[in-house]
């Protein structure tokens, strides 16, 4: 699923969405320094809790029946790295759909421009793209809640997913998320993140 024209600039995309509440931090180094890059926007996106991407309309993924899909924008947001290299967002742990192990994509831009709509323009260029994902236990887990528990699209274990697969065989990749629980229990949410190198 690529990514969408016009996303905003903004901390929280987790809108109106049900799902598990999610702290996500991405910290960006820089591979010849080993130092953290600040000032870099990083774009994130993911599914809903039950395989849907906002704005786009595709079959499996996009929920094509639901025209109006296509002007929202949930689970889709930019930041700008602080100075320790990292972007926060507070999201919903995202669900998944028929193909696919349950990920979250991510893309690094540098020397972008913030428009005044609060959204980035085009006269960038990515100098990271790439998925993370999660540890198929807790998954599992997650699956077992509402609304996870109502997605009738088939799961695809993070061991049948080519494209972890490509991302976990590159040399000092490691693509998944470490985390912990926000409370005593998993309903209360979690802190997930991870570090990649531009």
Known sequence: MTDVAGEYVREDVAEDQAGLDIV?????IDVDTCEPVPEI????WHCNSTGVY?????????????????DNTFHRGILKTDADGVASFLSTFPGHYTGRATHIHVMAHANATLLPNATLGRDNYASHV??????????????????YASNTQELTLNEDDSILAEEAGTDGVDPFMEYTLL????????????????
């Open 41 to 44: 926007y990083l774009e994130m």
């Open 54 to 70: 906002s704005g786009v309309l595709a079959g499996g993924n996009g929920d094509q029946s639901d025209e109006s899909n296509i």
């Open 24 to 28: 996500l931090d991405y910290q960006v």
């Open 130 to 147: 790439g998925q993370t994902f999660f540890d198929q236990a807790l998954i599992a887990e997650v699956e077992k809640l509402e609304p």
């Open 183 to 198: 409370g005593d229990d998993l309903a209360d949410g979690l802190f997930a993140w991870v570090a990649f190198g531009i």
